[in-house]
């Protein structure tokens, strides 16, 4: 138990550190860009443009600005304020955003982590059938693919041609589906590819054989001994899996027009609203670290030998 | 025991072990791969592409580039003849590129005489700046091709020497702004396979010495570098990657960058490199590490093998096998990544082509009322096609260099 | 003893493994008995087929890439290369178990040392979780791990070498089997271990009257613990014989060669001797006797003729033409 709060602190210190990092670096990118951000395409009145700049406390020296905007988040949580979406500050624009980014992500992991890790099992407990092959074709299949050209022709079919799924919309289990399907389908190949090796892998340890010698029918032998083992490596991946999603909702959350974070960060990004953007790689950050902190205590607690650091 | 007889059995069990061939790591590895079809197809299809990727300029493409908004929008798949230069928005004489290329040569022609008949030194630089620019401005190929480097340049004029006027037929139909389908994945194959290749180099590059350093001093220094690549992990690098290309796509950050001779692609390369080193250089330090204790480095060490021959013969074939199969597996997943940006509009930028961005045309064209299928599926066929034999090939060397690990397949 | 009727017949059991290049023949015709309460040695180089030939009595040879050729397992009038899964789990564990080479694997690191213990009982005795543990402990305490019931819940990692062993010793008699299939199960330990391990298995075998088959590559160790040993070479048993015959008078070269290549402390003068030559690629055997190519008596016949095993004089059988000969003569 002290082990596991240690472990925790220090994760922590270490999310902050990076955290850290990563706002500095974003700040120094973003100020570094010649002009403001409301200079540009419109003229814009002085005494606006004086009013704006307060706002943003763009008439602030640097450093100062550097400062205040770490006291705001580190103190009030406080993100600071959109640049395009007037009225909005990037708190509320996370607010809106996370609960469907979430819920798409979630479902999609969840698909992805039972499919791939059942076609695993079933191609490695049955290797070289007919079964084995179909489904590591089909994983080589989904990895090789593009997230938003498998998207695009789910729509076609399922959408238009079987009309089985909605057109649009989010909130219903049916209009969530769909995209889910599409973002987790190649997590789920890639997962059914390594549970397929670690199973293989396994199979082939000294204590299998014990197990068998023992007269444990196979089933056991197969859930009980070498299954464990053989997720190991599929627990590993799930830390870069979360981060896979999230990167893939960013296409689907365009395709399929859901108003989630992914759709606001890549509107942020091109339509240079720099608070915003960065609002959400910290965002983002705390979310990935969180995940693999999550990860790392999975693996701690199937796997014995292991240390948490 | 008389030694007589002792040593007969030495000499017979010197004769025996002289008998036993070594076979190198290398050469077992390939017997074994040479036997793996899947991965001998793969190889031979990516050397293929690659050669093929190299030589497009050669080839007797159509134009990748040239619009014809008036007939040729989404063609399908056809044999029809298509003249080079014949489409009439271009105004070519004769209506070929050959006829254009002779008319421009012959003007250029008279314009070198005119440099050469006038004396005065200020207007002869003011017509050689002038011939220059016409060249560079309104020379034929610039409608027919986008931005060519001086080999692709020599090797366009190659193929008009070789092919005249001749294309072939759009088989791959044509897009929406009537482009040529076929040429435009040829071309779409350069830029896609250099992002892919460059970047995984750039990887491999900051990886390798990063996890080999780590591995090699071990102890603080190691735990340091790996602290720093953890903490990096946790990173949402896409996200910070969107971030700096946008703002590398700033116009005045543009300009700058510009001003230094680094273009967009560059960028890109640079970039991406830079987000896949984490896992290979984990992958290295782990390999580095478990050799440094490993029994036939400490035999190397004590027969007086040097230190520099130790990491040659002993160290580096031994990593190389697993930077290797990491390298197949980086390659797909940059190329990917390059699809992902195209399509989010951060990537190529026309009239440059890679096959993320003619997916993402592709896919826009994508529409219920007519099935342009053609737009998306030879794209998407050769870009799943190249990671698809990435990925045998990967498979194959790796049960190659690690026979106990074949049941991995 | 000799007189009981035995435990367990193995007759003429052939195995093959699919390779790449060939067929390889890992076990050609190999037939012996095992009577209750012995403990018999199955001495041979590493490749010699003496592991494949009892995983194959066990069923637990991989197909493929490996195939029972022919042969008969005969255990309580049934031929267990017959019986289908269900009635082998029946056997495997509750009749005769097995313990193998490697403490450090053979022990499923993810679990703790009680489940694995409890798995068996639960499974084949049906007891219940409190009774199998209580069974558990008390198998525990039998092969001299102390505090065993707190050790339930430690997992292998936290076992030294030695103590694994035992663990798997534990756990292969807590059915009570009758038989013990130990596959080298002291090659891994330190030798101040070995003997404790060899001790414990001696004991636990007077205690129980249990047969124990022990394969192992170590004459050393047949010496410590068998009656009778088979010796084997490419596949086949070349010499049977009671241990003290077998030390005292080799009939066969191999076996010869293997005891001329252990050190010896009465001889101070003595030079070991190697066996010269290469184990035969089992893919590729030469004709005739298949130790012929080291073999320092082979006489012409030896190449046409593959000798059988000839009973001697007193239950003994060796596989050489020039032994017989020298016999008949």
């Known amino acids: 138990m002290r082990d596991l709060l240690g472990y925790l602190l220090k994760r922590a210190a270490w999310m902050v550190l990076t955290l850290w990092a990563v706002y500095t670096v974003s700040f120094v990118l973003m100020r570094s860009v010649p002009g403001n951000p409301f200079s540009g395409e419109r003229s814009v009145p002085p005494a606006i443009e004086r009013q704006l700049k307060a706002r943003y406390n763009l008439d602030a020296p640097p450093l100062q600005q550097y400062w205040d905007y770490l006291v705001g988040v580190v103190t009030r949580l406080d993100l600071g304020w959109s640049t395009r979406l007037e009225d909005y500050s990037v708190n509320q624009v996370i607010a809106e955003g996370f609960p469907v980014s979430a819920t798409l992500a979630i479902f999609a992991l969840v698909f992805a982590i039972l499919l791939g890790v059942t076609a695993g099992i079933i191609s490695a407990v049955y290797r070289r059938s007919t079964a084995d092959h179909v489904l590591m074709f089909a994983a080589v299949l989904g990895i090789a693919i593009p997230n938003f050209v498998l998207a695009s022709l789910a729509i076609l079919l399922f959408v238009f041609m079987i009309q089985i799924f909605p057109a649009g919309g989010w909130g219903t289990l049916q209009q969530i589906a769909l995209p889910a399907f599409c973002l987790g389908l190649p997590v789920a190949a890639y997962i059914a590819r390594l549970s397929r090796t670690g199973m293989l892998e396994m199979l082939t340890k000294d204590h299998v054989r014990t197990a068998y010698a023992k007269g444990l029918p196979k089933r056991t032998v197969i859930l009980r001994h070498v299954v464990p083992g053989a997720m190991l490596p599929v627990v590993s991946y799930l830390g870069p899996a979360v981060a896979r999603v999230l990167t893939g909702s960013l296409v689907l959350e365009k395709i399929f027009a859901l108003p989630g974070m992914g759709s606001h960060f890549i509107n942020a990004a091109t339509q240079r609203d720099y608070t915003l953007a960065m609002g959400m790689v910290l965002t983002y950050t705390v979310l990935l670290f969180v995940m693999n902190t999550l990860v790392d205590l999975t693996y701690a607690i199937i796997d014995p030998r292991v240390k948490l650091r | 025991m008389n030694t007589e007889a002792n040593r007969e059995t030495l000499e017979r069990i010197l004769v025996e072990s002289r008998n036993i061939h070594g076979v190198s790591l290398w050469q077992d590895a390939w017997n074994r791969l040479r036997r793996n079809p899947a991965a001998m197809i793969s190889l031979t299809c990516l050397v293929l592409l690659a050669v093929l990727a190299i030589l497009t300029p050669l080839l007797p493409l159509q134009s990748p580039i040239d619009k014809d908004l008036n007939e040729r929008r989404f063609l399908p798949p056809n044999l029809g003849t298509v003249v080079m230069g014949g489409r009439p928005g271009l105004k070519f004489a004769d209506g070929t590129l050959t006829g254009e290329l002779d008319r421009f040569n012959a003007e250029i022609a008279d314009l070198a005489i005119q440099l050469q008949s006038t004396s005065d030194p200020q207007q002869r630089q003011a017509l050689a700046a002038g011939i220059a620019a016409r060249i560079d401005i309104e020379h034929p190929f610039n409608q027919m091709w986008n931005e060519l480097g001086p080999v692709s340049w020599w090797m366009c004029q190659t193929r008009v020497a070789l092919f005249g006027n001749y294309a072939i037929p759009s088989l791959f139909g044509t897009d929406k702004l009537g482009r040529d389908l076929l040429a435009r994945v040829f071309w779409g194959a350069r830029v896609s396979l250099i992002v892919g290749i460059v970047a995984t180099l750039v990887s491999l590059i900051i990886g390798v010495s990063w996890g080999a350093i780590a591995g090699y001093f071990g102890g603080m220094i190691d735990a340091a570098m790996m602290r720093i690549v953890d903490m990096l992990y946790s990173i949402p690098f896409i996200f910070v990657v969107i971030f700096l290309v946008t703002f590398l796509g700033e116009d005045s950050v543009k300009k700058k960058l510009d001003s230094i001779g680094i273009d967009q692609i560059t960028i890109f390369y640079m970039v991406i490199g830079a987000i896949y080193w984490l896992t290979m250089s984990r992958v290295v330090r782990g390999q580095v590490l478990s050799l440094r204790s490993e029994q036939f480095i400490e035999s190397a060490r004590t027969v007086g093998a040097s230190p520099m021959r130790i990491v040659f013969r002993h160290l580096v074939p031994n990593v190389l096998g697993v930077v290797i199969v990491y390298l197949t597996l980086t390659i797909p997943s940059v190329m990917l990544f390059e699809a992902f940006l195209s399509f989010l509009g951060l990537g190529v930028s026309p009239p440059d082509v890679s096959w993320g961005l003619l997916l993402n045309d592709g896919v826009e064209a994508l529409s219920i009322i007519k099935v342009f299928w053609w737009v998306v599926v030879f794209p998407g066929g050769a870009l799943a096609a190249t990671l698809f034999a990435l990925n045998f090939l990967g498979d194959g060397i790796r049960d190659a260099l690690d026979p106990r690990m074949k049941n991995r397949d | 003893m000799k007189d009981s009727q035995p435990l367990l017949q193995v007759n003429d059991l052939q195995v093959s493994f699919k390779t790449d290049e060939s067929q390889v023949r890992a076990v050609r015709g190999v037939s012996f008995d095992v009577h209750p309460g012995e403990t018999v040695g199955l001495v041979g180089e590493s490749g010699s087929g003496k592991s494949v030939t009892n995983?194959?009595?066990?069923?637990?040879?991989?197909?493929?890439?490996?195939?029972?050729?022919?042969?008969?397992?005969?255990?309580?009038?049934?031929?267990?290369?017959?019986?289908?899964?269900?009635?082998?789990?029946?056997?495997?564990?509750?009749?005769?178990?097995?313990?193998?080479?490697?403490?450090?694997?053979?022990?499923?690191?993810?679990?703790?040392?009680?489940?694995?213990?409890?798995?068996?009982?639960?499974?084949?005795?049906?007891?219940?979780?409190?009774?199998?543990?209580?069974?558990?402990?008390?198998?525990?305490?039998?092969?001299?791990?102390?505090?065993?019931?707190?050790?339930?819940?430690?997992?292998?990692?936290?076992?030294?070498?030695?103590?694994?062993?035992?663990?798997?010793?534990?756990?292969?008699?807590?059915?009570?089997?009758?038989?013990l299939i130990a596959d080298e199960p002291t090659t891994a330990l330190d030798v101040t271990i070995q003997a404790q391990i060899l001790d414990l298995l001696r004991d636990l075998q007077q205690r129980r009257g249990t047969s124990i088959i022990m394969i192992t590559h170590d004459l050393g160790v047949v010496a410590e613990v068998c009656q009778r040993v088979l010796v084997m070479y490419a596949g086949r048993v070349v010499e049977q014989a009671d241990v003290q015959s077998l030390f005292a008078a080799p009939k066969h070269p191999y076996t010869l060669g293997l005891l001329n290549s252990l050190p010896r402390f009465d001889q101070s003068s003595h030079t070991l001797e190697a066996i010269p030559g290469q184990p035969p690629d089992l893919g590729n055997l030469p004709a005739g006797c298949s130790f012929r190519p080291r073999c320092p008596w082979a006489v012409d016949a030896c190449a046409n003729e593959d000798p059988r095993l000839v009973t001697m004089d007193q239950d003994r059988q060796v596989a050489c033409l020039v032994a017989q000969e020298t016999a008949n003569v």
Do not use: W
């Open chain 3, 55 to 179: 995983l194959a009595m066990m069923g637990l040879v991989p197909k493929p890439p490996g195939r029972i050729d022919g042969g008969r397992v005969m255990y309580d009038g049934k031929d267990l290369l017959t019986l289908n899964e269900r009635q082998m789990q029946s056997i495997r564990g509750r009749r005769i178990a097995m313990i193998f080479q490697d403490p450090m694997t053979a022990l499923n690191p993810l679990m703790t040392v009680g489940q694995q213990l409890t798995e068996m009982t639960r499974l084949h005795l049906g007891l219940n979780k409190r009774e199998a543990n209580r069974k558990a402990a008390e198998m525990l305490e039998l092969v001299g791990l102390s505090g065993a019931e707190k050790r339930l819940r430690d997992y292998p990692h936290q076992f030294s070498g030695g103590m694994r062993q035992r663990v798997m010793i534990a756990m292969a008699l807590s059915c009570e089997p009758d038989l």
